[in-house]
């Protein structure tokens, strides 16, 4: 029940933050890649990077390729704030050790294998948006118009971020 609370409560906030982020709600109605585009904002909050990977007013990178499909969405979250830093929406992902959040779309399905040996130990937390990228950390989808995700443990331990439990909670499945 407590679980469901917590639930309720960040998918309020992230429809929030997307109207938000989205203009005046008359214009233009809440989209997909703006509500996944909240849920990345989220995973940062919730997620821990070592202090030397982000020191006391670092900008907080968050990377997607050019041709990413939420690439537009995510520049509307340029200059907020993830637990102190200022996000920076960088459209390229080279270096992918210079990103704090790495996110991936279907455009970028012939450049993860390369992506991941480069990742190799970093402190990078990726999202992957209905690509199933094997070894990403957090896997987006959308069901029934809303928004699900996935979170492999196996690849956040090798990121050395620490997830919040209360996003572990929510995750649609954990493995």
Same mark, same amino acid.
């Given at each position: 029940?407590?679980?469901?609370?917590?639930?309720?409560?960040? =998918?309020? $906030?992230?429809?929030? =933050? &997307?109207? !938000?982020?989205?203009?005046?709600?008359?214009?233009?109605?809440?989209?997909?890649?703006?509500?996944?585009?909240? !849920?990345?904002?989220?995973?940062?909050?919730?997620?821990?990077? /070592?202090?030397?990977?982000?020191?006391? *007013?670092? /900008? !907080?990178? +968050?990377?997607?390729?050019?041709?990413?499909?939420?690439?537009?969405? =995510?520049?509307?979250?340029?200059?907020?704030?993830?637990?102190?830093?200022?996000?920076?929406?960088?459209?390229? $992902?080279? /270096? @992918?050790? *210079?990103?704090? @959040?790495?996110? =991936?779309?279907?455009? %970028?399905?012939?450049?993860? /294998?390369?992506?991941?040996?480069? #990742? *190799?130990?970093?402190?990078?937390?990726? @999202?992957?948006?209905? #690509? *199933?990228?094997?070894?990403?950390?957090?896997?987006?989808?959308?069901?029934?118009?809303? $928004?699900? !995700? %996935?979170?492999?443990?196996?690849? &956040?331990?090798?990121?050395?971020?620490? +997830?919040?439990?209360?996003?572990?909670? #929510?995750?649609?499945?954990?493995?």
């Amino acid at each position: 029940m407590r679980s469901k609370r917590i639930g309720g409560a960040l =998918l309020a $906030v992230a429809s929030v =933050l &997307a109207l !938000f982020t989205a203009g005046p709600v008359a214009a233009q109605p809440v989209q997909a890649n703006d509500l996944k585009a909240a !849920f990345i904002f989220n995973f940062a909050v919730f997620t821990e990077w /070592p202090r030397q990977v982000l020191p006391d *007013g670092a /900008p !907080f990178n +968050i990377c997607a390729g050019a041709g990413n499909a939420m690439l537009p969405a =995510l520049l509307q979250l340029n200059d907020k704030a993830v637990n102190g830093h200022r996000i920076a929406v960088r459209s390229s $992902v080279t /270096p @992918v050790r *210079g990103c704090h @959040v790495l996110v =991936l779309d279907r455009a %970028d399905h012939e450049q993860w /294998p390369q992506y991941k040996r480069e #990742l *190799g130990g970093s402190h990078v937390l990726t @999202v992957s948006d209905e #690509l *199933g990228a094997d070894g990403a950390v957090i896997l987006l989808s959308m069901q029934n118009q809303r $928004v699900s !995700f %996935d979170i492999d443990l196996t690849a &956040a331990r090798g990121t050395q971020l620490t +997830i919040s439990s209360k996003l572990l909670r #929510l995750a649609r499945s954990v493995q």
